[in-house]
């Protein structure tokens, strides 16, 4: 009997190592509280880039001389760990701002986007970097009421936007998307967007639709860009994706009985090819196959079956 597929752990973009302390978001002031607070520490986010020295974020002190609106700011949550120059419970506040600063190379300090950098990061780091990067791009489309088209008003410590014409109350949106691996007789199913360079392949993927369940939409997904019928998706594991809003579900599925492996049938407004692969083929130092980077759960679950160590 074949042993069953390992969940997966631990994507970059899933660690955290930090009390979102939700509790804490309704008390009335409370950002003016934090900013106030010298333990507080800043968090800037410009451009998409985030300022980081040695892998690490920069993690400002706040300086009287800093004037921020409570409204510009979002209450990301306080540590649980200790580090060398943080205590626990350190509050971190979040500045979005237009543009990224200024690289300054004598400190050391690069603005850098976490998706190409979190791989690198600590747990608490790539934690942070996600939450700052999905809340903040909630905030730039949220400005005004979806319901009635009134300006809405920031509240809970940035959590939330409340209409003050219609009385709805808005919270942060998640768009669920899945990503799946297609193995095969050793094996796997990657395929090219017409919208990559060339040789670049990754797992199939889609958005889940209105009223879909997870397990519909990658059956529909792989089906509408490849041709394959699956059997039943195993769970793999899910990473948000603050790119600017998916949260990413990853299945590994094998073909539906009688299917045909060489029977693709590929959708060529959305892909230049869908092929298979040999562990091989993309192993092989001459490969003219690019995989997706490094922070992505494409990346970790193809990884995942290169190893071979994809079963229990
Ligand atoms: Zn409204």
Do not use: K
């Not at 968090?43 to 040695?54: A, D, K, S, T």
């Not at 392949?201 to 889940?208: C, R």
Request: charge should be negative; include cysteine; hydrophobic fraction near 40%.
């Amino acid at each position: 009997m074949i042993p069953p597929v390992r969940p997966l752990g631990d994507f970059p973009l899933s660690r955290s190592d930090l009390d979102r302390d939700q509790l804490s978001r309704s008390t009335p002031g409370f950002t003016a509280g934090a900013l106030a607070d010298p333990r507080s520490r800043l968090i800037r986010l410009g451009g998409g880039r985030m300022p980081v020295r040695e892998d690490a974020l920069v993690l400002e002190r706040i300086s009287p001389d800093d004037r921020f609106d409570a409204d510009d700011v979002v209450y990301l949550g306080r540590t649980v760990s200790a580090d060398a120059d943080l205590a626990v419970g350190t509050p971190l506040l979040l500045v979005a701002q237009a543009d990224a600063g200024d690289d300054e190379p004598e400190q050391g300090l690069e603005w850098r986007n976490p998706r190409d950098a979190a791989h690198r990061m600590s747990d608490r780091d790539a934690g942070i970097a996600s939450e700052a990067l999905a809340i903040a791009a909630w905030h730039r489309t949220s400005r005004f009421c979806a319901n009635c088209g009134a300006e809405t008003e920031v509240r809970n410590a940035g959590w939330m936007r409340a209409c003050p014409r219609c009385g709805v109350d808005h919270f942060p949106r998640t768009d669920p998307a899945v990503i799946v691996r297609i193995v095969h007789e050793e094996r796997i199913l990657l395929g090219s967007s017409a919208l990559w360079p060339a040789g670049r392949y990754s797992l199939l993927a889609g958005f889940v639709e209105a009223g879909e369940s997870l397990e519909a939409a990658v059956l529909r997904e792989v089906e509408e860009e490849s041709g394959m019928r699956l059997a039943t998706p195993i769970y793999l594991g899910s990473q948000p994706w603050p790119f600017p809003r998916s949260l990413m579900f990853g299945y590994h599925a094998e073909l539906a009985p009688g299917q045909d492996p060489e029977a693709i049938a590929r959708d060529e407004e959305e892909l230049d090819d869908v092929r298979w692969f040999s562990r091989e083929e993309l192993l092989a130092t001459d490969s003219e196959v690019t995989l997706p980077g490094p922070t992505s759960i494409a990346r970790a679950i193809i990884d995942d079956w290169l190893r071979g160590d994809e079963r229990s």
